[in-house]
């Protein structure tokens, strides 16, 4: 995950210990999985919607064909642009990175000593270096000494060295305001053995955070000798990291040629608002990247894939959950869609506001009704006094007097570190309770003032104007399994003002409401003009048809201009493209190589050699399996669907006492790994003792409560056994938890009339035809 300019490089300080980047790398565990009972359902191939989308296209200005510009020194930028250098010296993008001496570090390292997480950690000066003795991946004291620093303010984090161009993002920070040293992980329990370790992968400052911290960064990561060997053009975020490569520029300079942007790749000044916002949503989204840095000129997708409003990222409104940094929240703004760029509010070198105070905001939402801001759509705009206590209900100059504070409030993440949501909310107290979302009323009033500010809220808000379905409570329906959730999902799809983020957020709910119209909304959505709508709507249309029914409307997609959705497409016609896609068959082999490519150049990642094993035994290349697989291990021996993987094609390939000894191994050293726990009860049920699995599964079921498969294995093992009653037990606390779970749902149905329970049966069927009575597996 990317950092901020201004921030240390903590990958998820708020995330609980589990697999990293699982919702990113699209894993598979495998098909010699148990088939366990479900319900299989195919929709008929049927036309289309008729589309209503603009053509898709790329928005990003295209240069004439010049040599392929490089890096240049950026001392040579400060001749012609002094203004803008004088901002940017001193600013977080500048001193986003520095190498550790006298003059950068700000922690205390005169001989301090620091507990926590049972673990003591010394810091300490010796000659002109800075060290840290701490545990190490062994969990033995070692001293390590500092290299580089991350970030000036409210922290900073410190990078070690650790060997073989390796460098690690230590878990302890110096809290630049208080003074003190503070765990990043406070009261977690992370140890040498815990995963987010500082010694272990998911802290590799390599792959996780320098690229945002430096300009023009390269991984460079040799996979034969397991070592990088890193490189930057400059420390820090400097021009080029966001203008690209300027030695075009500086030919432009001396001649005064027609080169395009003036010999840059890109213009961030163009009319068309995403190419700035996409160069900036680089570093401020949360996304996995798609190869070794990115590519000025091309799009977002092209180099990254960002992540939707998931559950564990976002509240069920869009405002942030976990660390996800601007991008996502403002992708799915009023401001966003008026044509707003980041650079209308920040200065982009002094990173700092463009004006004081509610001046910001003012530039738009101002008594003439009118905006300031050239290429902002002003339509709408209503002509009010917004700095006035008749607006802001407060009291000016006290809290809440801000339009931050009521309309982008915010959380603390890595310890003290406050983010401010960029979806630009107005708040609703009322709204809040019901959906279980955060709200700015509500932080700042709590107990029985949050009672009296709700009420209250009340009588200002008496708009009885009809209002059309909103998104945050159509997903309140949907993710809570509710009466007319699929109607709720199938009315915010068919709206053509749906932002682009929330569009591919309810995508991915789609498999969970099947019916035609759903399959109809899916396959609309495959042209639509966002890249990222379309590679949600390839997985959405996965889940819906087999192979073969799928592949006439994926294969346009192989010619995608962005290769995120170019990739997607050619993953999901892995199977139909072995027996041959006729036309296609070229653009597909073209985009699966791509594909291929993405992972190889991943390789330092566990998730990236799993990947690939993946798809060479889906393409018949078995010899390459088993080393990918242990490749995975030794890049992350925590990655345990790596582990599970292999279990699983030793067991296929006759190594049955192989794969058990490693998976008991890994048992025994994991014993609360739910998927290790799951796996061997699997196993057992494969060797024909489902008596003896019965503990492992129970045991997952039980780790992760919220697991849909964890649950509804157990219940059908349950099932298998005779323990009917208990089978329904189980999948009754399942829909509690996960009440959208359709085989959770069909399962407990049919296991009710099979214990004689009609009526129970009866009254789940009707609340089932409430939430989508389109769905096939009620004809």
């Known amino acids: 995950m990317p950092k901020h300019k201004n921030k240390a490089a903590n990958p998820n300080p708020d995330a609980q210990p589990t697999l990293i980047h699982r919702y990113l790398f699209p894993v598979t565990i495998g098909v010699l999985l148990l088939a366990v009972a479900g319900i299989g359902w195919f929709l008929l191939h049927s036309q289309p919607a008729p589309l209503t989308y603009a053509p898709v296209n790329t928005p990003v200005a295209q240069p004439v064909a010049v040599a392929p510009a490089t890096m240049v020194d950026e001392q040579q930028c ?30 205390d390292f005169n001989n301090v000593t620091f507990k926590a997480e049972n673990e003591t950690t010394r810091f300490s000066r010796k000659d002109d270096g800075f060290w840290v003795n701490t545990p190490g991946i062994d969990g ?11 970030g000036i303010a409210p922290l900073q984090q410190y990078l070690i060295e650790v060997g073989e161009g390796r460098l690690q993002a230590l878990g302890i920070a110096w809290d630049t305001e208080k003074h003190r040293w503070f765990h990043l992980y406070p009261g977690q329990g992370v140890t040498f053995k815990d995963p987010l370790h500082w010694s272990k992968p998911s802290q ?6 320098v690229e945002c911290h430096t300009t023009g960064y390269k991984r460079n990561f040799d996979a034969a000798k397991n070592t990088f060997d890193s490189q930057w053009n400059s420390l820090g975020v400097g021009c080029q990291a966001c203008h690209g490569p300027a030695s075009n520029h500086l030919q432009w300079t001396a001649k005064k040629g027609d080169l395009i942007h003036s010999g840059f790749a890109v213009d961030l000044k163009d009319k068309n608002a995403t190419v700035e916002i996409e160069t900036c949503a680089r570093c401020h989204s949360r996304r996995a990247p798609l190869g070794n840095g990115f590519t000025v000129g091309k799009r977002l997708m092209d180099d990254y894939l960002p992540s939707a409003l998931t559950r564990e990222l976002y509240a069920l409104d869009g405002k ?40 910001v905001c003012l530039q738009c939402h101002n ?74 009323c509500l932080t700042c009033h709590q107990g029985k003032a949050g009672d009296k500010v709700t009420e209250q809220f009340k009588l200002w808000n008496t708009s009885t104007a009809a209002q059309a379905p909103r998104y945050d409570e159509s997903l309140w329906l949907i993710r809570n399994g509710q009466p007319g959730a699929a109607q709720a999902l199938y009315e915010q799809l068919q709206r053509s003002n749906l932002p682009a983020i929330q569009r591919a957020t309810l995508l991915a709910e789609l498999p969970l409401y099947p019916s035609e119209q759903a399959l109809k909304l899916a396959t609309r959505d495959l042209s639509n003009p966002a890249p990222q709508v379309r590679e949600s709507a390839v997985r959405a249309i996965s889940a819906f048809l087999p192979p073969p029914e799928r592949a006439p409307l994926l294969t346009p997609l192989l010619s995608d201009p962005v290769k995120a959705v170019r ?16 036309a296609a068959q070229d653009k597909w082999n073209a985009a699966i190589t791509e594909y291929e490519n993405v992972q190889k150049s991943l390789a330092e990642r566990a998730e990236a050699n799993l990947n690939l094993a993946m798809l060479y035994q889906a393409s018949g290349r078995s010899g390459e399996v088993e ?35 490693l998976l008991a191994q890994s048992l025994k050293a994991h014993p609360d790994a739910a998927l290790l726990q799951h796996t061997q009860g699997l196993a057992l049920v494969r060797a024909g003792q489902p008596a003896q699995a019965m503990p492992f599964l129970r045991r997952a079921a039980q780790l992760e409560p919220q697991s849909g498969q964890y649950g509804y294995v157990l219940a059908v093992a349950l099932h298998d056994s005779g323990e009917i009653d208990a089978a329904c037990e189980e999948l009754e606390r399942l829909l509690k938890v996960q009440p959208a779970d359709r085989n959770a749902r069909l399962s407990l149905i049919q296991y009710y009339l099979d214990n004689g329970q009609e009526p129970k049966a009866q009254v789940l069927l009707q609340g089932w035809k409430k939430m989508n009575m389109g769905d096939p597996a009620l004809k």
């Open 78 to 107: 400060q001749g012609c642009h002094s203004a803008q250098v004088k901002d940017w010296q001193g600013s977080h993008h500048q001193l986003a990175m520095q190498e550790a001496n006298a003059q950068t570090m700000l922690g």
């Open 140 to 150: 033995k004291n070692a001293d390590f000494k500092v290299a580089y620093t991350f």
């Open 204 to 209: 590799n400052a390599n792959f996780m955070c």
């Open 320 to 359: 942030i959950k976990d660390e996800v940094f601007e991008h996502g929240s403002f992708a799915q703004s009023k401001m966003f869609d008026k044509g707003v760029r980041c650079s209308n509010c920040h200065n982009p070198h002094s990173t700092e506001l463009k004006a004081p105070g509610n001046g």
């Open 367 to 440: 008594t003439a009704g009118k905006t300031s801001v050239e290429g902002v759509d002003g339509k709408g705009l209503q002509a009010k006094n917004y700095d006035s206590i008749e607006h802001t209900r407060h009291t000016m100059g006290q809290p809440g007097s801000q339009c931050i504070d009521c309309h982008m409030p915010g959380k603390f993440y890595m310890g003290n570190d406050f983010r401010h949501d960029h979806s630009f909310s107005i708040p609703n107290p009322e709204r809040a309770k019901k959906l279980g979302t955060p709200d700015a």
């Open 567 to 582: 990739i997607a497409a050619a993953r999901d016609l892995l199977s139909v493209a072995r027996n041959g896609l006729g």
């Open 627 to 661: 080393g990918l697989l242990r490749t995975s291990l030794k890049r992350d021996p925590d990655f345990y669907p790596a582990l599970v993987t292999l279990v699983q094609w030793l067991e296929a390939n006759g190594r049955g006492q192989e794969a058990q000894a």
